[in-house]
Nanobody, 124 residues
Framework: QVQLVESGGGLVQPGGSLRLSCAAS????????MGWYRQAPGKQRELVAG???????NYADSVKGRFTISRDNTKNMVYLQMNSLRPEDTAVYYC??????????????????WGQGTLVTVSS
């Protein structure tokens, strides 16, 4: 089993900053792409930012220049630094990862794993 656990959400005023963290744990052989998605009330889940194991990144147009995704491969963690936050950034933020796992029998599996989500509220 592989788990992703997010932290760092909360209430922040417009223009403020937050840093989200996501820790992966379990029988992990390797992690490929990691990313952050968000879902606002009444809207579909959307990609915010992604990062490959080699460090290549991509961002939604709405967050370019304000958000920065990074990862620490030694700790199986991914981060999202969010600056200049706007009310429209309010959403539940989910961590996502493509993970290669192994069982006690030595069987390798490729899984897409999601975290439970962390709420970010941008409001004055």
């Amino acid at each position: 089993q592989v788990q992703l656990v997010e932290s760092g959400g909360g209430l922040v005023q417009p223009g403020g900053s937050l840093r989200l963290s996501c820790a992966a744990s379990g029988s992990i052989v390797s992690i490929n792409t990691m990313g952050w998605y968000r879902q606002a009330p009444g809207k579909q889940r959307e990609l915010v930012a992604g990062i490959t194991s080699g460090g290549s990144t991509n961002y939604a147009d709405s967050v370019k220049g304000r958000f920065t995704i990074s990862r620490d491969n030694t700790k199986n963690m991914v981060y999202l630094q969010m600056n200049s936050l706007r009310p429209e950034d309010t959403a539940v933020y989910y961590c996502n990862a493509g993970v290669i796992t192994t069982t006690r029998l030595g069987v390798y599996n490729a899984l897409e794993v999601w975290g439970q989500g962390t709420l970010v509220t941008v409001s004055s």
